[in-house]
């Protein structure tokens, strides 16, 4: 009972064992803590209630007193879970001790519920398989066999200690069950034969589940990782062609190839600007790439400081709103204002509104920044105006505006290279991110665009 | 006498293009096309600058090269030539093969496609650093 067969001939020389991830264990260890306040709890009223309403003779002192230790190391328990918030080796560790001692602990208040209530004959014997399914998502496979026969040790010793008299059998009249049924041998056997078979199979089947769903999840991040490697060969392998060409075609067009006629001018104009479009293209197909991967469930969001991510991004677009001569006029706060989201998404996000109001902008106009934290009781939220006086929207395209690959008419006109991507992208990682991003234009007047990112909550700020 | 730069390329088109505003500019130019002879070089030519590509034998023989001449445990007479890195990376796309470039110890960066009057711009301002 203790194999299963491999769906795929090809992997029965399985993979080592692989160890639950931190944030399992913790997520496993925490619903154990939740489910033992109600087993607690539950020993304890109902001990009461056999006792009072059901009037059994139930020894009640060593059940109330079994729930209370139970609730009292639980409370540790619950205690040293929250200092183990963050992930490293020695907090990893720390958890699968938390883990294993758990489930023995567990096992310890079950054989004293189980001896005060009948021993073999007990019917709370039953509550072992919680263990024995919950151990199987926690532990390793064999931390997890070891653990389950450890249980059926301690119940068969149990009955083998009650059976000659070395501790008392404590029965529950109630039950109607026969006085000396725990001396009956068969009966005994016939329940530990079950009892351990039963948590065996329950045992070795949610270890099975349990190791398939993480070899899938390292599956998965593998053929993540190697996407993101394939998108980025290819993008430097388009690139670089591209790159070149266009960096010769320059020292035509500035002359340090010599002299050209009108003609040969206009073309090598043309080619530059088509061979442009194309590179946007590649550049914005690549960031729709990554933000699709960032603005996932599965992306982590993580403490950054939006501050230090727009001082960046000003300063990468800063060149190109100097060669067209525009006036930045930034008025931004000093606070950090730190939020939860991904470093990669905030670039995205800033790094287009930014690019998008250089790019729009007619030579000599103005694009103002200005970046403001509004605090608020208990939350607060960060707000983010990048207004330009650039060629603005026509009021018929803005519904349309955060559609991916849609592009307003006189973007297209004004022979400025775009893909419609950019602002689609940026709507989708700012609501990830929880916060919300409005935009109003008027054609020929510019456009203002207003980001609001709540600002992470203090304690994970750290 | 005229200023030396060494470009460390292995894109001969890119060095190419690079070449023609540099000479019509009075500087000497010269080449090399990997990490290895890019390193050689910088001891014969002795350069007054050095534009650098990110990627060549691998995708981060840039880095390391920059890190050779201008990390902690460079030499001085390495450490006193501006380097210019070339990059072709986008600049609202975050996808970079190395490290952060806030943290890469050079002096300034060229966008690819170079544009000769942002590259003599950038030059002349790191040269006279």
Redesign the interface.
């Known amino acids: 009972m203790s194999t299963f067969p491999s769906a795929d001939p090809a992997r029965t020389a399985e993979p080592r064992a692989l160890q639950p991830s931190f944030e399992e264990l913790s997520q496993n260890s925490r619903l154990l803590i939740r489910l033992r306040w109600v087993a607690g709890f539950g020993i304890i009223s109902g001990t009461l209630f056999a006792k009072i309403a059901l009037k059994t003779d139930l020894q009640i002192l060593p059940l109330l007193l079994t729930g209370l230790i139970v609730l009292g190391y639980n409370s540790l328990l619950a205690r040293a879970s929250y200092t183990t918030a963050s992930q490293n080796e020695r907090t990893l560790r720390r958890a699968q001790q938390i883990a294993w001692g758990q489930i023995i602990l567990d096992w310890l208040a079950m054989t004293i519920l189980v001896h005060f209530t009948g021993g073999i004959t007990s019917p709370a014997l039953i509550y072992f398989v919680i263990h024995a399914a919950l151990s199987g998502t926690i532990l390793l496979p064999w931390q997890t066999r070891s653990l389950t026969l450890l249980a059926i040790l301690i119940v068969s010793g149990l009955a083998l200690l009650e059976r000659a008299g070395l501790i008392p059998h404590v029965g529950i009249d109630e039950l109607g069950l026969d006085d000396n049924l725990h001396q009956n041998t068969t009966y005994m056997l016939a329940v530990v034969f079950f009892f351990g078979t039963t948590l065996l199979t329950l045992s070795e089947l949610v270890t099975y589940i349990a190791q398939r769903l993480r070899q899938r999840e390292e599956r998965i991040r593998q053929l993540y990782e190697a996407r993101a490697t394939f998108v980025r060969v290819a993008t430097h392998e388009l690139r670089a062609p591209l790159a070149a060409g266009l960096s010769l075609m320059k020292n035509i067009e500035q002359g340090y190839a010599g002299e050209f006629t009108d003609q040969q001018g206009a073309i090598i104009q043309r080619v530059i600007i088509r061979l442009d479009g194309l590179r946007t293209l590649i550049d914005d197909l690549l960031t729709l790439a990554v933000s699709r991967e960032a603005s996932t469930a599965q992306a982590p969001l993580e403490p950054v400081s939006i501050r230090a991510m727009l001082d960046k991004m000003i300063e990468r677009e800063a060149p190109q709103a100097e060669h067209k001569k525009l006036v930045l006029d930034c008025h931004l706060s000093d606070e950090p204002g730190i939020t939860l989201a991904g470093d990669v998404g905030l670039q995205i996000i800033f790094g287009n509104l930014l690019n998008n109001a250089v790019k729009y902008t007619p030579e000599g106009g103005r694009v103002e920044i200005e970046y403001t934290v509004v605090r608020m009781s208990r939350a607060g939220s960060a707000v983010i105006k990048i207004a330009d006086s650039g060629i603005g929207i026509p009021i018929k395209d803005l519904p349309n505006i955060f559609n991916e690959f849609f592009r307003a008419q006189n973007a297209k006109n004004a022979q400025v290279s775009g893909t419609g991507i950019g602002l689609a992208t940026v709507k989708t990682l700012v609501e990830r991110y929880k916060g919300n991003i409005n935009l109003e234009s008027e054609e020929g007047k510019g456009t203002t665009v207003t980001v609001s990112l709540p600002l992470a909550p203090k304690q994970s700020q750290n | 006498m005229a200023k030396k730069i060494l470009i460390i390329d292995d894109?001969p088109?890119?060095v190419?293009?690079?070449r023609?505003?540099l000479e019509?500019s009075g500087y000497e130019v010269h080449d090399a096309h990997s990490q290895e002879t890019g390193l050689a070089a910088v001891d014969t030519v002795k350069p007054d600058a050095i534009i650098l590509d990110v990627?060549m034998d691998t995708?981060t023989a840039g880095f390391q090269l920059a890190q050779k001449l201008h990390g902690p445990t460079a030499k001085e007479e390495h450490r006193q030539i501006p380097i210019l890195m070339l990059t072709?990376v986008?600049?609202?796309?975050?996808?970079r093969?190395g490290p952060d470039e806030?943290y890469l110890p050079v002096d300034d960066f060229i966008e690819?496609?170079?544009?000769?009057?942002?590259l003599i711009g950038k030059l002349e301002k790191a040269l006279k650093k």
């Open positions: 894109d088109d890119v190419f293009a690079l023609m505003p019509s990627m995708h072709s986008h600049q609202t796309t975050p996808l093969f806030d690819k496609p170079v544009d000769p009057k942002v």
